[in-house]
């Protein structure tokens, strides 16, 4: 049986959350194709869920698509008019994710961009103004990215970006970790950019010791 953060997260999955089988059979797809469990935990994918509600978006960009999870939990916000382009680095990652999306029912919804974000980024300007943006890719570019979700955003556009405590690492300033060297360059844009307005938050769950930021472009 689970116990600590694990337990409490599988509580708060039985009570809020109900049974899903697309989200759970786009996990054990997932698995099956050899894919990290590196999806953001269901408690937290229905907070993203609800924020895309909550900000009425209609265009979202997501960086890091992996095998899709997150990305359903977005599109299912998506009023039926609703766009969403996720950008993935692996064409396996991207192959799996399109079997993933076609079973939830939302593939018609989503345009997976495979390839290097940066590049996929650079030539994206027609799908723009993006509402929300979700960034959860490689941690190293979080400070490129962050600034290219406000090129592409628009007063009001929420920008989340995963992973961003690394169960304290972020404080290491002499970490070797170059994704714990991307998340200190992520915040150290974040305070000194005055295009945005930004919180982050600890959590603890199924993920272990870890959080998130939460921005808003002025
Ligand atoms: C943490 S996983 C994404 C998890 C997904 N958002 C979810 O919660 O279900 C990160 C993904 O980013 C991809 N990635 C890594 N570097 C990338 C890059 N430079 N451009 C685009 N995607 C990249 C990885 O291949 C991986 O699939
Ligand atoms: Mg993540």
Do not use: C
Not at 136 to 159: F, M, P, W
């Amino acid at each position: 049986m689970a116990t600590g953060w694990q337990a409490v997260d599988d509580y708060i999955a039985e009570k809020l959350l109900g049974a899903d089988d697309a989200l759970a059979a786009a996990l054990a797809n997932n698995a099956a194709n050899g894919l990290p469990p590196i999806d953001v935990s269901a408690a937290q994918g229905k907070m993203l869920f609800l924020l895309a509600q909550m900000a009425g978006a209609k265009r979202i960009l997501e960086v890091g698509t992996l095998g899709g999870y997150s990305t359903i939990w977005l599109a299912r916000a998506l009023p039926a008019s609703g766009t969403l382009v996720t950008l993935e680095l692996e064409p396996h990652h991207a192959a799996v994710a399109r079997e993933n999306l076609e079973r939830a029912g939302v593939a018609d919804k989503v345009d997976i961009r495979v390839g290097p974000a940066a590049d996929s980024l650079a030539g994206i300007a027609a799908d723009a103004p993006f509402d929300l943006v979700f960034i959860d890719a490689d941690k190293q570019s979080n400070a490129h990215y962050v600034a290219e979700a406000i090129r592409l955003g628009r007063s009001g556009t929420t920008i989340i970006v995963d992973n961003v405590v690394r169960e304290g690492g972020v404080l290491d300033a002499d970490s070797g970790d170059e994704r714990i060297e991307g998340t200190r360059a992520l915040f150290a844009r974040l305070s000194a950019d005055p295009r945005l307005d930004a919180t982050a938050i600890q959590t603890v769950g199924a993920k272990g010791w870890d959080g998130f930021v939460l921005a808003r472009v002025r």
